[in-house]
């Protein structure tokens, strides 16, 4: 199984300020990876898939960078509705695996 | 408008059975990849199985802590997912999602879950 270790595990940023989530896996996916967003109460939504690409309707401020084992979340300029928990995802090799999520909180 | 929507979940003593139930609409559900993802209370997320579409085999696959407890099926002409689980434990306890992923749209599409509790 491919352990996908994410940090820090709370970053604390303003709003409007750059913040920037990192993603390691156990072993080579390639670019088969995602970013999920996920607010209290709520299903997780897809911000990132393919380790770069957008998802539909996802806001330009998001961007995923990143291949083989170490991958980037970088949110350009920290909006209100920004402040979630983020998660990676593997998807090369089964089982699909997460990683234990930031928290992104505001300073 | 792609909608999920489960059903089924509830209290159920430790080693008992339930059957979750996800109503798919708004997309080709014959054609589509199906799963169910978990997240235990304050816990972060994790992938339960899949069922790939029936034009890929249709075959299913389990993570580790629950394969040969829980059974993932489909019924296109219901446009419906299942997820029977046996032999339940309190590891079990969770919200229940079911999801796809739909490359022609290029996003992920999740239900509202539903919460399972294990308990005696």
């Known amino acids: 199984e491919i352990v996908m270790t994410q940090s820090p595990a709370t970053l604390s940023v303003s709003p409007g300020e750059r913040a920037t989530l990192s993603c390691r896996a156990s072993?080579?996916?390639?670019?088969?990876l995602a970013w999920y967003q996920q607010k209290p109460g709520q299903a997780p939504r897809l911000l990132i898939y393919?380790?770069?690409t957008r998802a539909t309707g996802i806001p330009a401020r998001f961007s995923g960078s990143g291949s083989g084992t170490e991958f980037t979340l970088t949110i350009s300029s920290l909006q209100s509705e920004d402040f979630a928990v983020y998660y990676c995802?593997?998807?090369?090799?089964?089982?699909?695996?997460f990683g234990q999520g930031t928290k992104l909180e505001i300073k | 408008e792609v909608q999920l929507v489960e059903s089924g979940g509830g209290l159920v003593k430790p080693g008992g059975s339930l059957r979750l139930s996800c109503a798919a609409s708004?997309?080709?559900?014959?054609?589509?990849?199906m799963s169910w993802v978990r997240q235990a209370p304050g816990k972060g997320l994790e992938w339960v199985g899949r069922?790939?579409?029936?034009?890929?085999?249709?075959?299913?696959d389990y993570d580790a802590a629950v394969r040969g407890r829980f059974t993932i099926s489909r019924d296109d002409s219901k446009t419906t997912l299942y997820l029977q689980m046996n032999s339940l434990k309190t590891d079990d306890t969770a919200v229940y999602y079911c999801?796809?992923?739909?490359?022609?749209?290029?996003?992920?599409?999740w239900g509202q879950g539903a919460l399972v509790t294990v308990s005696s």
């Open positions: 999801m796809t992923f739909l490359p022609v749209v290029g996003s992920a599409y």
């Open positions: 708004g997309f080709s559900f014959s054609n589509a990849w």
């Open positions: 069922i790939k579409s029936k034009t890929d085999g249709g075959t299913t």
């Open positions: 072993q080579s996916v390639r670019s088969t």
């Open positions: 393919g380790a770069s």
């Open positions: 995802l593997q998807f090369n090799n089964w089982p699909y695996t």
